[in-house]
């Protein structure tokens, strides 16, 4: 399991892996909306703003965070697709990248409903590792070290890395932008290890 470091706000983590086909960061442009469901924790991830946008003026939402980070809309050498589940019991969303994951979020009661994003499979110059956390029967992700201790504290569990993002503002508004919004520094990016782990 990945340690938090201790770094002052607005710091970024900037150790440069391996190039890799990965490493094609132009491409990750599909911004990918992040909203929570406050009343029970649940998480929806998804490239399409009207998507996250119905999904605070329809289903309780409430919780809009913006921006988690940009992936592809199509597949490149050396992605991923990031394909989107959901537990219709727990009314929980999960993502997941390999087949092993879909087998045992499918074992857990989720189904399959699409690929919402392609990802690096390993970690790049431009990415950060988003790390799923598991409370009971919800899954959240996130990348920088405030969320992970936010998480922490409220009784997440981090699980691992489940993708790897160009990292975008966590704070940045999906819709018109708060007057209460504040405006705050790059978010400092969880010590992870390079490898997604289901």
């Not at 394909?83 to 009661?109: I, L």
């Not at 997440?156 to 990292?167: E, I, V």
């Amino acid at each position: 399991m990945a340690t938090v470091l201790a770094l002052a706000a607005g710091s970024l983590i900037t150790s440069a892996p391996p190039a890799s086909a990965a490493d094609d960061c132009a491409s990750l442009t599909a911004p990918v909306y992040r909203t929570i469901r406050p009343s029970i924790g649940a998480q929806l991830l998804t490239r399409w703003k009207s998507e996250a946008t119905g999904s605070t003026a329809n289903y309780g939402f409430t919780d809009v965070r913006g921006t988690l980070g940009y992936g592809s809309s199509s597949q490149k050498s050396g992605y991923v697709a990031v394909t989107r589940m959901y537990s219709p019991k727990a009314y929980d969303f999960m993502w997941v990248t390999s087949d092993a994951e879909k087998a045992k979020a499918v074992a857990a009661g989720y189904v399959t409903q699409m690929v919402n994003f392609y990802a690096p499979s390993t970690a790049a110059s431009c990415t950060v590792a988003v790390h799923r956390y598991v409370k009971g029967t919800h899954v959240r992700n996130a990348w920088t070290a405030a969320e992970d201790s936010s998480l922490r504290a409220a009784g997440w569990t981090d699980a691992g890395t489940s993708f790897y993002l160009k990292p975008g503002s966590s704070e940045a508004a999906i819709a018109t932008a708060s007057a209460s919004a504040s405006a705050s520094a790059t978010p400092t990016v969880k010590a992870t290890t390079a490898t997604p782990t289901p």
